[in-house]
């Protein structure tokens, strides 16, 4: 009998304590009316440059508080989408641009055209606003942007006699630029001319140079299985035939930044954000950043992270306050100069101060501007989360030999088609 | 007649009090696992009913799901990167024979009474205890073409250099080597306690007998060491099986796709692709090639027996 009535005691105990947890939720939720707003702020990465302006902003708010949540990139996007889904989706998101589209899509966003006057609207560049804007509808701010940028070895360049290109205007065409790249390797005795890291993003510049794209025009299928886009496979794999680039740096197994940073790279493709890492590590030759060759069109890839809100918020008036504080001409410049990253407002890019990294970021800035727009659809949608994985790998048969770019841009079309873009 | 009556009205209460208390006594076992039964069900039962339900719709996580029918298992059986990564799966579990005879040969040595018995056996446990993401950046490390330690000694002994990880056929072997130097300790362990539960009269019984070494092996330690052995080799195909955070961190599932294994498939339908549908209908069939495999194991093992 005791037995029994302890294993019912033991329900009961189970059983209020569903019922306590499912209250508390309920409380937590009418509590909206309180003067004390707050905001749970998800940001992906750690950002230390963005907390310490959050701080600044409870400072002088003292009626908000906001409690933010950091997840690293790689798993970034199953937490919030679990959150999502599970009913707990945060006030703000911290959220790299492609995955803008996904959620304004979903129709989860805030509309923030209401409160955006037309001189703030036209002081976001409109390359950044392609990942928020929908028609009249704004879903989120652009915080900042990168891009995939060229670096080089200033004291091999020298050696070599080789000389960068003054502007965008006269940059290298492919040719001249995998010629250099011989030139300064020869001249140096080094084992590689040029390398990228082994993100497939540091390829994309070359794709989109060639008027090549991952998909078609209207994103309804894939666009790699085309002349224009062969052709810059093709081309790509002779930085490997020719023996300019480390196909162990693509495939991962070295990390070329490294082999830069140690002086055996005279040229690297890599995340214009590295600047700060390269400047602060590099003690032993003086580096900077140069313009990315052209071939039909000049071109990168841009990156960067857009701040967005849930519509479901239940403090909307605080959430845009908190938006229009990070994206101020004053704290995106500050940031944007901490973190070697680029404003995505006109007049954050005229009031930054880069210090020391002043004149590479001038030359990055030039080519962030200039991205074509059709790049910037490219790759500016969730999709891309998806069909990265299939250019790697295809990619990587290519390098290695085992596939012809032929048959693997056919591949990948496929992929993209039945898997990403679920036709 | 009134007396009848009592008695059979008795009869019937006690046949209703014996029946509660049959009740009471069949619920209390559920009273006190409840707790357990409302996590497992809450953590388990109902996921694994759910990715079932899943399977049959096109679902992105976010919104409502539609209902497809078996479509998603026709694509994936259709989908050559699938078959493509059970083969992979398939290959790196070949291993398994090797892992375990590594484990048993050591652990008969670490059996033995030598000098240093504890160090060997911390040393041989220790990989064990390190994360898999820690154990697979080391490794990439270790296989670097220009500054690991593998080409380092490979300098120091006048030998060609490796660059194995970005060899599609050689990829799969730094996996494979890398987990068994990560997995050697549990299965140590686990054929350690089996041996120490032989009874040492029966070795000294075949002493007697005039057996050698390799006899006593043999015909001893192999034969009453088979359930330790049977539950070892299950463990251990079901977790290379599993092998997803070795590959992910060190190949990437590169070069190409020649490391893609199928749970990095089903990881990537899923969180990066958010095909939730059809990425249940992956694991559904994971979970059915497990199932049989494990199946044909007990059952070898079982007729080996009899």
Redesign the interface.
């Known amino acids: 009998m005791n037995?029994?009535k302890?294993?019912?005691f033991?329900?009961f105990v189970?059983l209020s304590a569903v019922i306590v947890s499912a209250c508390s939720n309920g409380e937590e939720t009418t509590k909206s009316g309180d003067e004390e707003v707050e905001l749970r702020f998800i940001v992906n990465n750690d950002i230390p440059e963005l907390v310490e302006q959050v701080e600044q902003f409870e400072a002088e708010n003292e009626n908000i508080k906001v409690n933010i949540e950091t997840i690293p990139l790689d798993q970034f996007?199953?937490k919030v989408?679990?959150m999502?889904?599970g009913n707990r989706a945060p006030d703000l998101l911290y959220t790299p641009v492609l995955a803008t589209k996904r959620y304004a899509n979903?129709d989860?966003l805030l509309d923030l055209a209401p409160n955006l006057s037309e001189d703030e609207k036209k002081d976001f560049l409109p390359s950044t606003m392609v990942s928020v804007q929908n028609g009249e509808k704004i879903y989120g701010l652009p915080h900042f942007t990168d891009e995939i940028s060229l670096f080089y070895n200033k004291d091999l360049f020298e050696k070599a006699g080789v000389e960068v290109p003054p502007s965008l205007d006269n940059t290298w065409n492919w040719e001249e630029f995998l010629n250099a790249a011989e030139k300064v390797k020869e001249a140096n005795g080094l084992k590689y001319g040029v390398s990228t890291g082994?993100d497939v993003s540091q390829f994309l510049p070359f794709l989109y140079q060639n008027n090549g794209s991952v998909l078609n025009q209207d994103q309804t299928a894939a666009g790699i299985n085309t002349p224009a886009s062969i052709e810059a496979i093709e081309w790509f794999k002779t930085w490997f035939d020719r023996g300019l680039a480390s196909?162990?740096a693509f495939?991962?197994?070295?990390k070329a930044d490294?082999?830069f940073k140690q002086g055996k790279l005279p040229m690297i493709i890599t995340f214009s954000g590295l600047i700060n890492t390269f400047n602060n590590d590099i003690k032993d030759f003086e580096f900077g950043a140069t313009y990315l060759p052209k071939q039909e069109v000049t071109a990168t890839k841009l990156g960067g992270s857009n701040i967005v809100a849930f519509k479901n918020t239940k403090h909307s008036e605080a959430v845009v306050k908190l938006m229009k504080y990070l994206t101020s001409t004053e704290k995106m410049s500050e940031f944007s100069a901490a973190r070697g990253v680029i404003p995505t407002r006109a007049s954050a890019q005229e009031a930054v101060d880069y210090g020391s990294i002043a004149e590479d970021m001038k030359i990055i800035i030039d080519e962030v501007n200039n991205v074509p727009t059709f790049a910037v659809a490219d790759f500016s949608i969730?999709?891309y989360?998806?069909y990265?994985?299939v250019l790697?790998?295809?990619l990587?048969?290519v390098i290695?030999g085992?596939?012809s770019p032929e048959e693997a841009a056919k591949e990948m079309e496929r992929?993209i088609n039945?898997?990403?873009l679920?036709k | 007649m009134d007396a009848v009556k009592s008695i059979k009205l008795q009869d019937k209460s006690e046949k209703t009090i014996a029946r509660k208390i049959k009740w009471k006594k069949r619920l209390i076992p559920f009273g006190f696992l409840s707790p357990v039964l409302v996590i497992f069900s809450l953590f388990m039962f109902i996921p694994v009913v759910f990715a079932l339900y899943m399977s049959f719709h096109q679902w992105g996580m976010i919104g409502n799901p539609e209902f497809v029918g078996i479509e998603n298992y026709v694509r994936l059986l259709q989908d050559p990167l699938f078959w493509i990564s059970v083969k992979n799966t398939i290959i790196f579990s070949l291993s398994v024979p090797f892992k375990v005879g590594i484990a048993l040969f050591i652990a008969v040595l670490l059996n033995q009474k030598i000098k240093g018995l504890a160090f060997f056996r911390a040393a041989f446990f220790f990989p064990v205890v390190l994360s898999m993401v820690v154990v697979g950046l080391i490794w990439q490390w270790m296989f670097s073409p220009s500054y690991g330690f593998v080409n380092f000694m490979l300098e120091k002994l006048g030998l060609p250099l490796q660059s194995m990880l970005i060899d599609s056929k050689q990829a799969m072997i730094v996996l494979i080597i890398v987990s068994i130097w990560k997995g050697l300790g549990s299965n140590l362990l686990l054929f350690l306690a089996g041996l120490q539960s032989i009874p040492r009269s029966v070795y000294e019984a075949a002493e007697i007998d005039g057996a050698n070494s390799w006899q006593k092996f043999w015909h001893i330690t192999v034969p009453l060491l088979k359930p330790t052995t049977l539950f070892v080799l299950i463990i251990t195909l079901i977790g290379s099986f599993k092998i997803f955070d070795l590959a992910y961190v060190i190949t990437g599932g590169g070069p190409g796709t020649s490391t893609m294994v199928l749970v990095h498939y089903i990881y990537q339908e899923a969180f990066q692709r958010f095909n939730m549908g059809y990425a249940s209908a992956a694991a559904y069939v994971f979970f059915i090639i497990l199932f049989i495999l494990t199946l044909i194991q007990m059952r070898m093992f079982k007729s080996d027996a009899s």
Request: overall charge negative.
């Open positions: 037995k029994f302890m294993s019912l033991l329900v189970l996007f199953e989408e679990t999502i889904a979903l989860l082994n196909k162990e495939i991962g197994s070295e490294e082999l969730p999709e989360l998806g990265k994985a790697t790998s295809e990587q048969s290695l085992e596939k992929q039945t898997s990403v679920k």
